[in-house]
């Protein structure tokens, strides 16, 4: 049975930093994909990012670019989500999703139903 934990979320001013972690259990290292997806009050679920476990492949919505950086450790089953100058748009409950068919994140990484595994989320609030 695939779990995913993430941790991480909180209290950010805008301009400021945190990081997100996403612990899976139930999965081998070069097996699966995971991205990051949030959902803000109101609006529906969208992609942040992935990364695959097999190819280290990454793929970032527009609005991560240059902010949020995906990374992860294969050892611990872990993939990262650093958030840097955060906005108050960005305040959102932050899910990590797993992909178990494939260990590489496509073009299509961004649909929801892509994802067979999601974890329970993270609060980040962005806020003065």
């Known amino acids: 049975q695939v779990q995913l934990v993430e941790s991480g979320g909180g209290l950010v001013q805008p301009g400021g930093s945190l990081r997100l972690s996403c612990v899976a259990s139930g999965v081998t290292s070069d097996d699966h994909a995971i991205a990051w997806f949030r959902q803000a009050p109101g609006k529906e679920r969208e992609g942040v990012s992935c990364m695959g476990s097999f190819d280290g492949r990454t793929y970032s919505a527009d609005s991560a670019k240059g902010r949020f950086v995906i990374s992860r450790d294969n050892a611990k089953n872990t993939v990262y989500l650093e958030m840097n100058n955060v906005q108050q748009e960005d305040t959102a409950v932050y899910y990590c999703?797993?992909?178990?068919?494939?260990?590489?994140?496509?073009?299509?990484?961004?649909?929801?139903?892509?994802?067979?595994?999601w974890g329970q989320g993270t609060q980040v609030t962005v806020s003065s």
């Open positions: 999703a797993a992909d178990t068919k494939a260990g590489a994140c496509y073009s299509d990484w961004f649909r929801v139903g892509g994802y067979d595994y």
